[in-house]
């Protein structure tokens, strides 16, 4: 390692020791080993230390917020009896859901696109940003990350980027020893721009939009670039991480990519081990599979966050699908495992006889055609789909023949498929590259 980078490094753990010390008090490093000593434990202390925070939310919000004050009728409820907390009912009740123990002031504001597009507004705390953040620097570590090391973030979170660039940012970055590219501008200038500044910068890891990772790397994979550095893993976080991404970037970065489930509203719910499965944060997060047979029938996935008091989030429907694994994972850590994140519940198609069809059935077998540059494929009814195309030259009439046929053989032969053919298919304003949306709820 050169002085420079060495230098760099040493400067910027510094200075994240110091922001953290500054943010969560003296005692951060012993914070940190807590966190850390926590999730290494076994499967009957975390479950235990979850048990006794999932009782203290309970009785807050029972006790601080009229929404579960009236809702919940006693400060110890079964939980399994609770009504699920759903988008609506926060956008219709934001005040009732907040708890009075804190002012307007140490309420700090948080928002999400959605999948929808519809954005929902919803209140955090700051001992839930800081026991987030020691989640997340416990995880990351899993991948290779480090205070001080070199990393590049590829994001396309328009709230996210909107600072990115500002002198606050700008010194932001400097001392986080991070640097960014766009994910909204992937133009072949950006992305050339920004393999040169990998090949100077040599990051350790990168943390990305799994949708603009893909892109980048198909980039550089096109122009025969190869990002001569020693990765030691990338984080992919935000969005679906489709197989034919993984695949694609493990190939050009010659590194392993790590999946890091979560959301705004409740922080970091899941991550991916060494051995591929995707362990629960069971210290922040009480998960539950809205299914009769959790373990073997997949159900939309609940969240309970237990540590933001300003707004407890119970039972929240976060709108995505999964199944639960009752496996201890070889890789040594005991937190329970999610065995399937099935993706978005608004990317899982009906058909008329009541079957689910996930999108990544439709994603898988389209992404790579010839003549197809990208797609994305809407049910608007159960019995009408509607598939968007962006084509190139070597587009025939029968790839669009293979397409509808695949589609029906999915959702019925009698359903109508209708293409239309566009210059771009825009993003959301969350950033987020939906290849499937059904609208059949
Ligand atoms: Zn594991």
Not at 194 to 216: G, M, N, V, W
């Amino acid at each position: 390692m050169s002085i420079h980078r060495f230098t760099k490094r040493l400067f910027s753990k510094t200075a994240w020791y110091a922001y953290n010390t500054y943010r969560k008090g003296t005692d951060f490093r012993a914070q940190l080993s807590q966190t850390d000593s926590l999730f290494n434990s076994s499967r009957d202390n975390i479950l235990a230390y979850q048990c006794k925070r999932l009782k203290k939310l309970l009785r807050h919000a029972y006790q601080t917020t009229s929404y579960y004050r009236e809702l919940l009728k006693t400060d110890s409820p079964d939980i399994s009896q609770i009504p699920l907390l759903e988008k609506g009912t926060i956008r219709e009740q934001l005040a009732d859901l907040c708890s009075d123990s804190f002012s307007q002031k140490q309420r700090i504001k948080n928002a999400t696109g959605g999948s929808t597009g519809t954005p929902l507004t919803f209140y955090q705390d700051r001992n839930y940003w800081n026991q987030r953040n020691l989640s997340v620097y416990y995880f990351d570590r899993w991948v290779g990350w480090d205070f001080g090391q070199s990393q590049l973030i590829i994001w396309g979170a328009l709230a996210d980027l909107e600072n990115n660039g500002n002198w606050k940012q700008k010194l932001n970055n400097f001392w986080r020893n991070q640097f960014w590219l766009n994910g909204f501008q992937l133009t072949d200038s950006e992305m050339y721009n920004t393999y040169q500044i990998i090949e100077k910068l040599k990051p350790e890891t990168i943390l990305a939009y799994p949708s603009s990772l893909y892109q980048f790397a198909k980039f550089l994979s096109e122009n025969e670039l190869k990002p001569n550095n020693s990765l030691r893993g990338i984080i992919s976080s935000a969005e679906m991480l489709h197989p034919h991404y993984r695949k694609l970037a493990e190939t050009v970065f010659k590194t392993r990519i790590y999946n890091r489930y979560g959301g705004r509203e409740v922080g970091l719910i899941a991550m991916e081990c060494s051995e591929g499965r995707m362990h629960i944060n069971c210290r922040d997060i009480y998960l539950e599979i809205d299914s009769g047979q959790p373990y073997k029938q997949p159900g939309e996935i609940l969240i309970t966050q237990l540590n933001n008091f300003a707004m407890p989030f119970i039972r929240y429907r976060i709108g995505d699908i999964g199944l639960l694994s009752d496996e201890v994972c070889p890789c040594g850590n005991q937190l329970p495992v999610l065995k399937e994140l099935l993706g978005r519940s608004t990317a899982t198609f009906r058909t008329k006889n009541g079957e689910l069809i996930h999108g990544g059935y439709f994603t898988q077998q389209f992404y790579d055609l010839d003549g197809v540059t990208q797609f994305q494929l809407i049910q608007e009814t159960l019995e009408q789909s509607v598939l968007k195309l962006v084509i190139n030259q070597q587009w025939t009439e029968d790839t669009g023949n293979y397409l509808i046929q695949k589609i029906k053989d999915a959702l019925g032969s009698d359903v109508s498929v209708s293409v239309e053919f566009v210059d771009e298919i825009t993003l959301p304003m969350s950033g987020k590259r939906e290849f499937t949306i059904s609208k059949v709820a």
